[in-house]
């Protein structure tokens, strides 16, 4: 704890240095230019904390070459410490060990039943925690912190999952708790399109971009907004709740209560009923994407409806932010120009011409990675300057 005078030169100091170590952080490597331009501060104060940085064995410096130039490139220590992602999906929980300089040192993923009660499902995290850092080489002590992912809004007051996860029997665990409980580690939770934004902003499509949305299309619908770099919550934790935009009065009811939501027109198991009566058997998502690529014309059918629906949601996202970048994610991203194009199409002809000019609708590079690399960086995110939760 820093006992520093607010505005005093230590205090100013210790400020500007978790800036730069935040920039590379959330960057994995930047040169000291790019960490200049970053982070408002000067050149000289930059390559003056660096210094310090990389004497106390903080951060490494490695020369490299930036637009034809020579240029050093920082990144932080390998071994400043472990950070461990967990990520809850709708049927598979997924677990990756990673280090602060980005690397991925042991990831795995296991399938998990939709009617999984919520203490099997932490049972299997902690095996699966305790097995990953076992095979990365390290002690539960070098861990700072574990992000955790799930499939629902979380309570920002309470922590408490809510009544619209998908997990059926989960609705009011406390999973941070639950975990942190269990590991006897800092835990940090988050939803998983918060997550999957975090993870294709530092790891996927959108890095090096201040402003994107990620949309997840899967079982539910739901999106993760970045805005100046951070992830945009609101005072209640449920900003981005894409999936409950109202397309229709008179539509579907939905699992929230209202009728007619986005998701009702996109959400998995309504596309799959529009198919059901033409494909006899079990079809999923994944698979209903693969048919429609080798040519069924029904299932084209459907996920070109499905991408004109979600362009008008993108349509409305992008008239109130004016994101940069729409990053889609989940199953149906699978589908490629498929979906994207038919949501292009809709953004041009329902957002306001100057938001839609800007911005670019692509699929996300991660896949199903992308919440679990997402929890990675919700750690390094939340990381303070003493390098603890
Ligand atoms: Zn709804």
Redesign the pocket.
């Known amino acids: 704890m820093s006992t520093d005078t607010p505005g005093s030169q230590s205090s100013l100091h210790r400020a500007n240095l978790e800036r730069v170590l935040r920039a590379v952080r959330m960057a994995g490597s930047l040169t000291q230019a790019e960490i200049a331009r970053g982070t408002g501060l000067s050149a000289a104060t930059v390559s003056n904390i660096v210094r310090e940085l990389k004497e106390s064995g903080t951060v490494v410096v490695a020369d490299t070459s930036s637009g034809g130039r020579r240029a050093r490139s920082v990144s932080l220590s390998g071994d400043a410490g472990i950070v461990v992602g967990v990520d809850f999906g709708h049927t598979h929980l997924r677990v990756a060990v990673g280090n602060l300089a980005h690397r991925v040192l042991a990831e795995e993923s296991e399938p998990l039943d939709v009617d999984v009660s919520a203490q099997q499902g932490f049972d299997r995290a902690e095996r699966m925690v305790e097995r990953l850092l076992g095979q990365a080489g390290f002690p539960a002590d070098k861990v700072i912190g574990v992000g955790l992912g799930v499939p629902g809004p979380i309570d920002v007051e309470t922590g408490a999952l809510g009544s619209t996860a998908i997990l059926p029997g989960w609705t009011g665990v406390m999973p941070g708790r639950e975990l942190s409980g269990r590991l006897g580690m800092p835990v940090h939770v988050d939803n998983d399109a918060n997550l999957g934004a975090l993870g294709e902003l530092v790891w996927g499509a959108g890095r090096g971009l201040g402003d994107l949305a990620y949309i997840k299309v899967a079982s539910g619908v739901g999106s993760g907004l970045v805005i100046n770099g951070q992830i945009y919550r609101g005072p209640g934790g449920t900003a981005g709740e894409i ?2 935009i109202t397309l229709d009065e008179a539509g579907p009811v ?3 209560g ?1 009728r007619g ?1 986005l ?2 027109f996109v959400g998995s198991r309504y596309l799959l009923n529009l198919l059901n009566a033409n494909h006899p058997g079990e079809l999923s998502l994944s698979r209903v994407v693969q048919l429609a690529q080798q040519g069924d014309l029904g299932c084209r059918r459907v996920i070109a409806d499905a991408g004109r629906q979600i362009g008008m949601g993108v349509a409305t996202l992008c008239n109130l932010l004016n994101p940069r970048r729409v990053i889609l994610g989940g199953d149906l991203a699978e589908a490629g120009e498929l979906v994207l194009s038919p949501i292009r199409d809709s953004v041009a002809r329902y957002a306001i011409p100057s938001a839609a000019r800007q911005l670019s609708v692509v699929p996300g590079t991660l896949g199903g990675r992308a919440e679990v690399l997402g929890a990675l960086a919700l750690v390094m995110s939340e990381m303070g300057e003493t390098g603890v939760l």
Request: charged share 20%.
């Open positions: 999936g409950h939905c699992r929230c209202n939501c998701e009702t």
